[in-house]
Structure formats: structure tokens, C-alpha cells
């Protein structure tokens, strides 16, 4: 591969990376820590699903009533089973969406962009040493033959 070709796409893997950190895992890792001053509330895993991307739903009482809320995309315990009490917490205008309350700090969602950063910045890093190794490989003087 020509090293124009590899800084190039190691730029657009860099920007991929940095993108998906910026519009889609820190918004989600920040909708999680909205909830921190929310009602907290025992809750029951209600379906269990790939949390990461919003798939599971947690039951529990709130004014009186039983609802059924789902766990924001960017939620963590997608291994525990239905049934699984847990504490979860949830605005009292909108019971219908609530957040466990081991994933106040950001949940997988904060590792996700962490971890999408920090490959951002290897990309990065990376296309600044292509170019500077293919310049020593032309500057190397040939190896004598027979040697």
C-alpha cells in the first residue's frame, strides 16, 4: 500500500472513530448521568436484550403504579437475567425511561467513548509514522549482496 493511500485511511478511520465518540456514545453517556438527581426505585428486570443499544426494559412501581420502563441505549447488565432486582432511577415527569443506578457515571456508553477516542488518536498517531518510516525506507542505502 502507498503510504498516500495508508495516511488516508488511517485519517478516515480517525475521523470514524472520533465521530462515532462525539455524536453518538458521549450523548448517550451523558443522558445516563441526567439521571442522577431522579427517584430512585427498586426495579425487576423486566426483558433482557442488548442493553448497550437499548434493548432491555425494567419493571417497577412509581405514584402507585406499575410501569415498564426501558434502559437507555449506552446501559450496562445485558448478562443479567429476567427477574434480576436492581436500582434504577427515573425523572418523575417520565417514568417511562429509567437508568440502572450502577450506570449513573456514563455506563458502558463513557467506556465505549473512551475507547473510540483513544482509537481515534492511535489512527492519528499512526498516519503521522507511515509517512516518516516510508521516508527512512527511501533515505536506507542498499545492503551489499554477498555479505
Request: some cysteine.
Amino acid at each position: 500500500m502507498r503510504p498516500l493511500t495508508a495516511v488516508l485511511t488511517l485519517w478516515g478511520l480517525a475521523l470514524l472513530a472520533g465521530a462515532l465518540a462525539t455524536l453518538v456514545a458521549l450523548p448517550a453517556a451523558q443522558h445516563l448521568r441526567s439521571f442522577r438527581d431522579g427517584e430512585r426505585v427498586s426495579a425487576t428486570l423486566h426483558t433482557k436484550g442488548s442493553c448497550m443499544l437499548g434493548g432491555c426494559r425494567v419493571e417497577f412501581e412509581a405514584d402507585g403504579r406499575t410501569v415498564v420502563a426501558d434502559l437507555p441505549v449506552g446501559s450496562s447488565g445485558g448478562k443479567t437475567s429476567v427477574g434480576t432486582p436492581m436500582t434504577v432511577r427515573y425523572h418523575a415527569d417520565d417514568p417511562q425511561a429509567a437508568v440502572r443506578e450502577a450506570d449513573l457515571g456514563g455506563g458502558g456508553a463513557a467506556v465505549l467513548a473512551a475507547m473510540l477516542g483513544g482509537a481515534a488518536l492511535l489512527f492519528l498517531l499512526t498516519s503521522v509514522a507511515v509517512p516518516v518510516h516510508a521516508h527512512r525506507q527511501r533515505r536506507a542505502p542498499a545492503a551489499p549482496d554477498g555479505a
